[in-house]
């Protein structure tokens, strides 16, 4: 066998591994917790809700202040859809209780693990959001 070639198998054998490992491991936080997600997810969820809320309380704020501004308006719309985006992610990555909790763990983990990175951008842009909501704030403060 040619060196690249078992470096490449190697490779492969590793990514393997690293895939099952993670796998087992969302399997177990999932089946382990209450809310059917990981910590970590379920931490989301909350502030997922938390900024929907908060969505809700600052449309009816601007329209008994009279102002429509048309920017904080958008930034403000846009986390609530992300927001949004990301519970429907979430929601789709929970295990129920019930019979065969243990499969539906695992399959769930697989898909938690495949779209992790999905999750994960829309966290980022959840969290650029925030930040101009924040800046947004201390400017109507100001």
């Known amino acids: 066998m040619e060196p690249i070639s078992a470096l490449g198998l190697a490779s492969n054998i590793i990514q393997l591994i690293h895939f099952g490992y993670a796998v087992l491991s969302e399997t177990h936080k999932a089946y382990d917790s209450a809310s059917g997600v990981s910590d970590e997810f ?31 308006t958008k930034i403000y719309a846009s986390c609530n859809e992300v927001a949004r985006e990301l519970l429907t992610a979430i929601e789709q990555i929970r295990v129920n209780k019930g019979p065969r909790r243990r499969w539906r763990s695992f399959r769930q983990a697989l898909l938690s693990v495949w779209r992790k990175e999905k999750i994960a951008a829309l966290q980022k842009r959840l969290s650029s959001l925030r930040s101009e909501v924040s800046a947004d704030i201390l400017m109507t403060i100001k």
Do not use: C, P, V
């Not at 929907?52 to 102002?67: A, E, K, M, Y």
């Open 42 to 72: 379920a931490d989301m969820e909350t502030i997922a809700k938390h900024i929907q809320d908060l969505h809700s309380s600052s449309i009816s704020f601007s329209t008994n202040q009279g102002g429509q501004d048309t920017n904080r």
